[in-house]
C-alpha cells in the first residue's frame, strides 16, 4: 500500500492514477480531512445518488404493486429471466 500526501497527488495524479488502474492500492492523507482510499470503478459499481437509489426501489416497489411484476417458481426459471435481460 502507498500512503502519499493530497499535495503529492495533486502534483503526480496521472501517475498515480495509473498505478490504481493497476492495482496499486493507494492512500492519501490530509491533515484537515483524514485518510482516503482510492479505488477504480468497476463494471459492478452503479453510479447514483441515494434519492436516485430510493426512487427507484419506490417505482419497483409501485410496479408490483400493479401486478407488473414477474413471478419465478424455480431456479431454473429464474435463470432463464436474468439470460434474458
Keep these: 500500500m502507498l500512503v502519499i500526501s493530497t499535495r503529492e ?5 496521472g501517475m498515480y ?7 496499486e492500492d ?3 492523507k490530509s491533515r484537515e480531512n483524514g485518510s482516503f482510499k482510492i479505488i477504480p470503478v468497476t463494471e459492478d ?11 427507484k ?7 408490483i404493486e400493479e401486478g407488473k411484476g414477474k413471478t419465478v417458481h424455480s431456479k431454473k426459471e429464474l435463470l ?6
Design 26 to 28: 493507494i492512500v492519501l
Design 9 to 13: 497527488f495533486r502534483e503526480k495524479q
Design 17 to 23: 492514477l495509473h498505478k490504481v488502474k493497476n492495482g
Design 57 to 63: 426501489i419506490d417505482r419497483a416497489a409501485q410496479s
Design 80 to 85: 432463464e429471466f436474468l439470460d434474458s435481460l
Design 45 to 55: 459499481d452503479t453510479l447514483m445518488s441515494k434519492e436516485d437509489f430510493f426512487a
